[in-house]
């Protein structure tokens, strides 16, 4: 049996990285192959999809403190920056301790121009978990000197990972209240956004408020936009970056996973587009998750650890709890 380990990561409790280790641990124990191949959507672990941090820059966080931020760059001239790591919501400690009014991510511009001025040809940025939703202004003003970001001419090209559609001025309205945003003032915050979409439009000649997925992560894809950067599907692109469907031309299952499976993960997400590509490539596929919604679950083989072995041990030992579905599913000839 040739596995495939390919799942995301359990939020908040193990990377992508991990659980793929378990995955291969158990796959191997049971006397078969196992590839691991962890994955994102463009949301937060983007970066350690990759293989994580090789170069670190001090830029603003979300409230204008600074911040040692980490991001990657390869000999090839791909660099991978997440702008959670400079303009994220942890970064201020959550939705209670953010000022969504005045979060800026100007952090992520610094960190994007850092990869730039280092000599990065294309710059991939993970859009999840941000605290703000300045329409991207802040990360506009630090890159407009390097503007367009579309890969003509010489000119470094810039790929706006998303896993939402959300377009710019539905920003506020959307993600808002997940960033601590009031209700009386997500009117105030939509106006903004299409009054920045003008701006856009007069400055850079681009109507952002027309482009899907350019209200992801408060509107900065539309603001990368703005300047010549391509918002594109973000489990797409990483999955091609990291080699999806070369590894599974040489799969007999590909076994993913992530921390709850609802009927959002068929949409952009890891474990619905693994899924997806598995049928193409006539794979069987395994989804190992923390939590599974009955609808979810229906829609693909599914190993829910919670409901197998408890919320303190799917929590505490997460990939342990992994392991052990791996092996059942493998065969009873593995070593416990």
Known sequence: MRVLAAPDKFRGSVSAAEVAAAIA??????????VELP???????????????????????????????????????????????ASGLALVGGAAGNDPENASTRGTG??????LREGAERVLVGMGGSATTDGGSGAVAELAEFAPLD????????????????????????????????????EHLTDRLREIATEYRRRFGVDV????????????AGGLAALGAR??????????????RAALDTADLVITGEGKLDLGSFDGKVVGGVAREARRHDVAVLAVVGTAGAEAAARIATRDITAEFGSARAWHETTECVRRCVIDRLGPTAKS
């Open 110 to 115: 610094e960190l994007i121009a850092a990869a």
């Open 231 to 244: 918002p594109v599907s973000g489990f797409d692109t990483i999955a091609t970056e990291l080699g999806l």
């Open 39 to 85: 994955l994102a959507d463009g949301g937060e672990g983007t970066l350690d999809a990759f293989g994580g941090a090789n170069r670190w820059t001090e830029v603003s966080d979300p409230s204008g403190e600074r911040v040692e931020a980490g991001w990657r760059l390869d000999a090839d001239g791909r660099a991978v920056v997440e702008m959670a790591r």
């Open 25 to 34: 641990e158990a796959a191997r124990s049971c006397g078969s192959e196992c």
């Open 151 to 186: 890969g003509s001419n010489g000119n470094p090209e810039v790929l706006v990972c998303c896993d939402v559609e959300t377009v710019f001025s539905d920003a506020a309205r959307i993600f808002g209240p997940q960033k601590g945003v009031r209700p009386e003032l997500i």
């Open 209 to 220: 408020s027309r482009i899907p997925g350019g209200g992801a992560a408060g509107g900065l």
